[in-house]
């Protein structure tokens, strides 16, 4: 049933696609910005450039949503992982805008190590969600979700030492009140990049 309604539904797909390729090029972006921190203005501003973008997607997405008759799955579904996916990205944009608000000056190692997590899972997720048009053939489907849990536990791993070491570096409480709000914002999206793979996951033991 599900072969039959995909070819009626790709625009669908496109648009998952889209909205996880421009959240890849926003992972990328703020690393590209942690590893160097200097204009640090345009490099926020482009973040920002594909955070909307994104939400042009999602909002496209959703307005199909409510117009289609015939969904490839669940419309829930659909929601849930158009919402997640945005999530991620949103998250990635409030990280960037926060380092530049909060003028942080030098970026901490372990801000850098929680976005090394971040840009493979955007990049899994993505693979996850291209997987998707060929949900019969599932194997590399959950494969990539699989391995955005492992990397999910490494990022809970890296944030919880990030923290500790932050309250132990004996910085000012201004900078441990920013760092900690950086820190949760980007674990909190690989938290979402979980959430994706969670929603595809279940879509796929559903309809494979």
């Known amino acids: 049933m599900l072969e039959k309604l995909m070819p009626k539904s790709d625009e669908f797909f496109d648009d998952f696609e889209e909205q996880a390729v421009t959240t890849v090029q926003g992972a990328e972006a703020l690393q590209a910005l942690i ?3 200097t204009d640090v ?12 973008k994104g939400d042009d997607v999602t909002h496209r997405a959703f307005e199909r949503l409510h117009r289609q008759f015939i969904t490839p799955f669940d419309r ?4 849930r992982l ?23 000056g030098t970026v901490p190692q372990a801000a850098k190590d929680l976005v090394a997590v971040l840009v493979p ?5 993505l693979e996850a969600v291209r997987g998707l048009r060929h949900i019969k053939h599932p194997e590399q489907i959950l494969t990539a979700c699989r391995e955005i849990k492992t990397l999910e536990s ?10 500790a070491a932050l309250f ?3 910085a000012d409480v201004l900078t441990i009140i920013k760092w900690k709000e950086i820190y949760d914002l980007l674990e909190t999206a690989t938290d979402r990049c979980e959430d ?3 929603v595809i996951e279940g879509v796929v033991l559903e309809h494979a």
């Open 35 to 37: 590893d160097d921190f």
């Open 41 to 52: 203005e345009r490099k926020v501003s482009a973040i920002k450039d594909l955070e909307h």
């Open 76 to 79: 829930a579904e659909i929601h």
């Open 82 to 104: 158009l919402s997640r996916i945005d999530d991620v990205l949103d998250l990635t944009d409030s990280a960037a805008e926060r380092m530049m608000l909060y003028e942080v």
């Open 121 to 125: 899972m955007t990049r899994k997720m």
């Open 154 to 163: 490494q990022a809970d791993a890296v944030g919880r030492t990030a923290i």
């Open 168 to 170: 132990k570096s004996g």
């Open 196 to 198: 994706v793979s969670n």
